[in-house]
């Protein structure tokens, strides 16, 4: 009964590292998402992949690429860290219809110094 | 431009009374609202939805309301439970943007024994 899983859970990271988190869904979603979320922010969608092979830009793409390897796994990279990427990042995942809800990770809390 | 906005950051009630969460939007192209709630170091649970077309939606202790022509809706609680306590988000969806999430900036419920 995993649901969305998010690896790593915390990570820290220096001023131009590079990283990839990586997020596995086991519902059989044909969309999945990533969401940063910042203090006083709520969430903002980074990127997101409608079906298996494509994904497109949300609202804070830039510092950021995605993957999405197949219909279970979507991964979103950190090229080159920067501190105003620290942030809680969440995964979610779900049909892309109205009244069906999407279904969130627990996040990864990246901090980057 | 913020299309969702919970414009109470955080609301405190006694156990056993009710709670009313409130939340407006700006973006008449929303055609259904959600609430996730989210405890510290988890990933946002979905609640409660309504779809544009209702104007109320009850499950148990939670209902939520929709005011199409004042853009508002909001969630009661009653009656309220110190489990309640967490940050309950408002969200957003419009089947045309590709069914993504527009999420408020939430409300951290506490409710005292």
């Known amino acids: 009964n995993a649901g969305v899983t998010q690896t790593p859970k915390f990570q820290v990271l220096k001023t131009g590292q590079s990283m990839t988190l990586q997020c596995a869904q086991d519902?059989?979603?044909?969309?999945m998402y990533w969401y940063r979320q910042d203090p006083g922010m709520g969430l903002r969608l980074i990127y997101y992949?409608?079906?298996?092979?494509?994904?497109d830009k949300g609202e804070v793409p830039n510092g950021y690429n995605v993957s999405r390897l197949n219909k279970r796994e979507f991964s979103l990279r950190l090229e080159s860290a920067a501190p105003s990427q620290t942030s809680v990042y969440f995964c979610?995942?779900?049909?892309?219809?109205?009244?069906?809800?999407?279904?969130f990770g627990d996040g990864t809390r990246l901090s980057i110094l | 431009d913020q299309q969702v906005k919970q414009n109470s950051p955080s609301l405190s009630v006694q156990e056993g009374r009710i709670s009313i969460l409130n939340c407006d939007y700006t973006?008449?192209?929303?055609?259904?609202f959600l609430w996730y709630k989210k405890y510290p170091a988890e990933g946002p649970t979905f609640l409660i939805s309504?779809?544009?077309?209702?104007d109320k939606n009850e499950d148990g202790r939670f209902t939520v309301f929709l005011n199409k022509s004042a853009k508002h809706l909001s969630l009661h609680i009653v009656p309220s439970q110190p489990g309640d306590s967490a940050v309950y988000f408002c969200?957003?969806?419009?089947?045309?943007?590709?069914?993504?999430?527009?999420f408020g900036k939430g409300t951290l419920l506490t409710v005292n024994p």
């Open positions: 979610a995942s779900g049909w892309a219809v109205s009244n069906q809800p999407q279904h």
């Open positions: 519902m059989n979603h044909n969309s």
């Open positions: 992949s409608a079906s298996e092979g494509t994904t």
């Open positions: 973006n008449s192209m929303f055609d259904y």
């Open positions: 309504i779809s544009s077309i209702k």
């Open positions: 969200a957003a969806i419009s089947g045309g943007s590709n069914y993504k999430l527009t």
